[in-house]
């Protein structure tokens, strides 16, 4: 099974709220000295799945990154991790395009590369949440998807059963391939770099592709970023003590009871 | 195009509660706009739920086919088109659900148009539409510029007051019909225990409990004190990554955003992502062992100490009161 899993570095989510720095302009953060950004967490669950895909079927893993040149330590992580090939779009004119700008070159390069039998992608990336490339890629792919998937119960010729999270359980859900999934963070543990993965990502060249590599033509942004604002949070607890923790929990459900609450 | 419409939903043949929300976000865009309010349901056998959903709209459009129960993200797309198509609107809210995330972008998509999705603030200028959300886990706040024909907003539950008792004007309704099979099949659906009885995002009462209960040994503590003061169980995003519990009772950005009248975080650190989804609580209480813990910083009321001493006398004394 041919597979290509879209990357995105991003920064760090475990950065505390109070170090979280915007950049002159006000349209990106920076991060703080010593946090390296990462690969997006759902794009490594996705990877984690192609991984076992080809572990269980065989075939060959392409993964794809769109970001400035910095984002070729998450696609050497991907190779560490198992990915055989790793292509990176490194055009300054799209690394800032919304969703659909994104999402529409992405699709250019599967093209290009060649329809894969699936497209794994992470349900969202955990920097702005936008959750909307993947379906981009799939209108431009004509490709049908399944989002968020936490699990591939089955791959049966052409078919693959997998389960799509709902708000109270699951549905289980039947998938004709070629086919596109929004992976959720329920389906795996992403694994870390083998010794020899890590070797191998050493080795690994990872190729640029500009738009025009691509054939993709300018669009017009149909989201335009205005600003980002840093949220400040200053309140305070009213601290319960007490004698013992017990006697702290006590004298807390005597408060809440106070105040209507239980 | 002209017009303001907002999707409503239901569970189970009856209105969400968001729907009303939906439905107030509208109201002001539409006054701000001077567009009129449309409003819309899509499902299988809608009549009760539009009774209820009075949201003050020019017409009430009901989208109802068999095949669009149990959901599948083909039949809704061609029902919200139905809707679209019906009445030209400008722009379109839908409540941000684990449904309109799969739906509403591929919609987009196909529409080529521009989407945000799941924001917390809507407003116009001029004609332009500036929506808000949080990003990066919650601590930053990013505003956008929507453009396109319609311009498509999904709408964070538990942000905006609800708009009820607005009595409506006329009710159309469209017949959805079944369409041709697709490469995507529904099999069947498995509903998992639901948290606490109650769909998490309309909970009353939360007891959330994080990576702090040291694992799913422990978890018993969170459900203890959420059955002893008849409350919902939740929980951070790395226990339900670490698959501690299903990632159903997940609160926060990635998770569900609640706005119960209390909430109660056991062993939570309080990363943004996870502050953003609880935004909307009335009270917050924090329970660490790390009296530096950010999650203190949201708190209402905190509580400095083991949990394992703690919850269990707070559980004994709930139970006194409660009788």
Known sequence: MNIIVTVKQVADPNIPPAHIQLDPDGKRIISPFGVPPVMNGYDANALEEAIRLKEAHGGKITVLGLGDDTSRESLKMAVAMGADTAILINDPDLVNGDSATIGRALAAAIKKIGLPDLVLCGRQSSDTDGGQVLHWIAESLDLPTVVPVTKIEAVDGNQLTVHRLIEDGYQRIKVELPALLGVSSEINEARHPSVRGTMAAGRAMISGWKASDIGLAAQTPKVELRELQIQLRTTKAELIEGASGSEQGAKLADKLHEMGLI | ?323
Request: with cysteine; charged share 15%.
């Open chain 2, 1 to 323: 195009m002209a017009g303001v419409l907002v999707f409503g939903d239901t569970v189970g043949g009856t209105l969400a509660p968001a729907s009303l929300e939906m439905a107030a976000a509208g109201a002001a865009l539409a006054q701000a706009l001077n567009e009129p309010l449309v409003g819309a349901l899509i499902g299988d056998g809608l009549d009760a739920a539009a009774a209820e959903f009075a949201g003050g709209f020019a017409t009430l459009h009901l989208l109802e086919g068999k095949e669009l129960r149990p959901y599948t993200a083909r039949s809704a797309i061609a029902a919200a088109r139905a809707a679209i198509d019906a009445c030209k609107p400008s722009v379109v809210l839908f409540p941000h659900t684990l449904e309109t995330r799969e739906w509403v972008p591929r919609l987009a998509a196909m529409l080529d148009t521009g989407l945000v999705m799941d924001c917390t603030g809507l407003n116009a200028e001029g004609g332009d539409l500036v929506v808000s959300k949080p990003v990066y886990g919650g601590g930053v706040m990013a505003q956008y510029v929507v453009r396109g024909a319609p311009r498509l907003v999904t709408v964070r539950t538990g942000v905006f007051e609800a708009r009820a008792g607005a009595a409506s004007g006329a009710v159309n309704k469209i017949a959805v019909a079944a369409s041709a099979a697709g490469r995507v099949t529904l099999i069947d659906e498995h509903k998992a225990q639901a948290a606490g009885g109650v769909r998490l995002k309309d909970a009353k009462v939360i007891v959330s409990g994080g990576r702090g209960l040291g694992g799913p040994d422990n978890w018993h503590y969170i459900e203890e004190a959420a059955a002893a003061i008849g409350g919902s169980v939740g929980c951070s995003r790395p226990v339900a990554d670490s698959g501690w519990v299903s990632s159903a009772h997940q609160v926060g950005l990635s998770g569900t955003s609640v706005k119960p009248d209390l909430y109660i975080a056991v062993g939570i650190s309080g990363a943004v992502q996870h502050l953003a989804g609880i935004s909307n609580s009335s009270t917050v209480v924090a329970i660490n062992l790390d009296g530096d813990a950010d999650m203190f910083t949201r708190a209402n009321y905190g509580v400095v100490g083991d949990y394992k001493d703690v919850l269990p006398g707070f559980v004994a004394r709930a139970k006194e009161i409660r009788g």
